[in-house]
Every structure is written in structure tokens, then in C-alpha cells.
């Protein structure tokens, strides 16, 4: 399955009247936060297909107000759905969507890493329940922020989340989309190995095949 993943700014690449041309084989879109609502109705929409995502810690209204975008009110109106602390089926897959950053100042969806511990903890139960049922507990996890010292930077509001390693290293997602981490040169690397989990930085645009999940 071809999933288009997204985070960070609007791409002009696929804010454009040509997104079907480009993507048109995309089955399931990913938005990893940090993004306005307007954009990923306008993705969904033009491609026809189901629009997952996150929040980032800049998804506050104040974001909105400042680009002059109104947030709607239901989103899901807009064929996008938020799926912050969640584990849903979609396409096939089983996908786990965490939101927010690692708490830097007291801004919306910031979270310390014990209380990220805690919701991933909270989430167990499904998990273990999803790898009896299938025999793996997930196959995406879509966050806004990376691992701990796994494409993040060191300063305080981009340090990754210890407690992604401990999700990657006991449950093993196939792949973990994140944003976050702006990447100045579109030419530098973007994704790296963690046992069987791949780690991609969505920033922009970019496009997984989920072939090696099924
Ligand atoms: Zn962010």
C-alpha cells in the first residue's frame, strides 16, 4: 500500500492542483502535525481516500489565527481524523497515532516523557490484544516527535522521546512516521533502520510502500 506521509509545512508539491497527477495511487494518507486542518481536508478530499493524523505542539489556535485559517469545528467533516492516543484499523493495517512534543515550555501538546510513558502505557491492554489477534501488536506508529536520539537535535524542544524507544523496541512497529525535525536540506537522510521498525522523517512530503508489512 502506498501511503503519502506529510508533516510539518504545506507542500506545494502537494498543495496543488496536480496532487492526482502525483498522487493519485496513494491509498491511505498520514499527517504527522504541525499541519493546518484546511490542508489535510483539501488532501483528503482530492484523493479520495482516508486522512489520518496527529496534532504537533503547534497545532494550537494560535497557529490558525496567525495564517488566517479558521479551524472547523469537525474536522472528520473534512475526511480527516485525528487519532492523538489511539490504536485504529485502517486498510488493513494497525496504526498507533501519537501526538505532541516533549514539554518545553507551557505551550498545547506538550508532554513530559513519563507522561508519554503513561499514555503509551495505558495502551498496552490493545496492544497485547492486537499481537494475540494477529500476531503483531502494530504496523505504523504516527507521531509528531521522533525517538530519543533518533533524528531529533538536541536542543529542548526537538529532543525526542525516550519512551518511542522503549514503543519501538517492545512492540515493533514496521514503520514510525514522525515530524518535528525540519529538514533544511530535502537532499539529507530522512530515514533510518531500529531492529525490524523503519524511522521516517515525514517532513514536507514523502511516500512509504508498506509492502514489507504484509
Ligand atoms: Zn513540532
Redesign the pocket.
Known sequence: MKILCIA?EVDPLVYSPRIKERFGDVELVLAA??LPLEYLGFISSMLNCPLLYVE???DGHDKADALQWTHFSSPADEGARNIGFRLIREGGLTILGLPG?IRYNRGPNQFSDLAMALHILALAPRLFFERLLRGKALDIVLA?ASPLGIQDRDDPCHRGFKSFLGLIHRWKPAWFVH??VHLYDLASPRSSEEGPTTIVNAFGHWIINTEKTA
Do not use: A, K, L
Request: proline share 0%; hydrophobic share 0%.
Open positions: 510539518d502535525g504541525d504537533g505542539n503547534h512534543s509528531h515530524g518535528h
